[in-house]
């Protein structure tokens, strides 16, 4: 049982390159949120997704986009990217209600340089 | 919107010692709260999660939380802390209205012998 699966693990990326990092879950989860992670800051939202063929915007949306074209697929893309953007995203699925735990990827750490 | 507040941004503390991390959400209107860990360099996992009844829940290695919706609190506390329990907690709430599941920036325990 894979669970929630992040790829890649890792990049480097120059400033202004463009990205997209792929999140697949499989346990059938309709709710499937991206978070980037910096020290001192917690996990902020970036964007999130309430079934297949929605998302909506978090809390730092800017400078990325999503797509949720698959349910059991959510795809957060940057086209230019910034050295602000260096972080470790995570990506995280959960089941129909507010009331249960989300599941976790492992992580992508991305550098922009 | 909803917004969590971890008290403490590093709580250190020695073997076998007491240990209370605090969390407070700003809505009392029917949410569901969570505690999440994260170990070095790895996603987040679950810890425990209050989603109504009892306002005391348990984890499986000797944490728990309380729910006061009058103090708007769900603080993490642990009457005896081992050093595999240095990790950084999270505090994270979803509901009041709300599909965001939203997270407090954290709060980095360190166990010393």
């Known amino acids: 049982n894979a669970g929630v699966t992040q790829t890649p693990k890792f990049r480097v990326l120059k400033t202004g390159q463009s990205m997209t990092l792929l999140c697949a879950q499989d346990m059938n989860h309709e709710y499937m949120y991206w978070y980037r992670q910096d020290p001192g800051m917690g996990l902020r939202l970036i964007h999130y997704?309430?079934?297949?063929?929605?998302?909506a915007k978090g809390e730092v949306p800017d400078g990325y986009n999503v797509s949720r074209l698959k349910k059991q697929n959510f795809l957060l893309g940057l086209e230019s990217a910034a050295p602000s953007q260096t972080s470790v995203y995570f990506c995280?699925?959960?089941?129909?209600?507010?009331?249960?735990?989300?599941?976790f990827g492992q992580g992508t750490r991305l550098t922009v340089v | 919107a909803q917004s969590v507040t971890q008290l403490d941004s590093q709580v250190p503390v020695f073997e076998e010692a007491p240990v209370e991390l605090r969390c407070n959400y700003s809505?009392?209107?029917?949410?569901?709260l969570f505690w999440y860990v994260q170990y070095p360099n790895q996603g987040l996992q679950l810890l425990l999660k209050?989603?109504?009844?009892?306002?005391l829940v348990e984890s499986i290695n000797g944490f728990e939380a309380e729910f006061n919706k009058s103090q708007t609190s769900f603080h993490l506390r642990k009457p005896s802390v081992h050093i595999s329990d240095t990790a950084e907690y999270f505090c994270a709430v979803i509901g009041g209205g709300s599909e965001k599941l939203v997270f407090g920036k954290g709060t980095k325990l360190t166990v010393n012998p």
């Open positions: 809505s009392s209107v029917s949410v569901y």
């Open positions: 995280a699925s959960s089941y129909l209600t507010s009331g249960t735990e989300a599941f």
């Open positions: 209050y989603l109504s009844g009892s306002t």
């Open positions: 997704s309430v079934g297949e063929g929605t998302t």
